[in-house]
């Protein structure tokens, strides 16, 4: 499944623009390293998300195939940790 795709399907963002724009800024990383909105995810991917004032990281438990696109979000994937920033160093 597309990264861009899955964000949104997760609602971890709210609209699949939203998401491909995080991934162009480079605000998105899977695996640790930066990603495209086109790449693929698949289970067990662990995903950084760098919101403007936190920074999730998150596990893919499973993705959506084309017959099970009404899946709670929260069986798509685990948070694996949360960070507040500071105002200080908040992101652009």
């Given amino acids: 499944m597309r990264l861009d795709l899955f964000l949104k399907t997760s609602r971890l963002v709210k609209r ?15 695996n640790g390293q930066v990603a ?8 067990d991917d662990v995903i950084t998300l760098k919101f403007s004032s936190r920074v ?19 069986e798509l994937y685990r948070v694996k940790s949360e960070t507040r920033l500071p105002k200080e160093i908040l992101l652009s």
């Avoid at 699949?16 to 724009?21: D, G, L, M, P, S």
């Avoid at 495209?36 to 289970?43: D, I, W």
């Fill in 56 to 74: 999730v990281d998150l596990a893919i438990i499973g993705t959506l195939d084309t017959s099970s696109r009404k899946m709670p979000p929260g």
């Fill in 36 to 43: 495209k909105p086109a790449k693929e995810v698949k289970q």
């Fill in 16 to 30: 699949r623009t939203v998401a491909q724009e995080m991934c162009i800024a480079g605000r998105v990383l899977v």
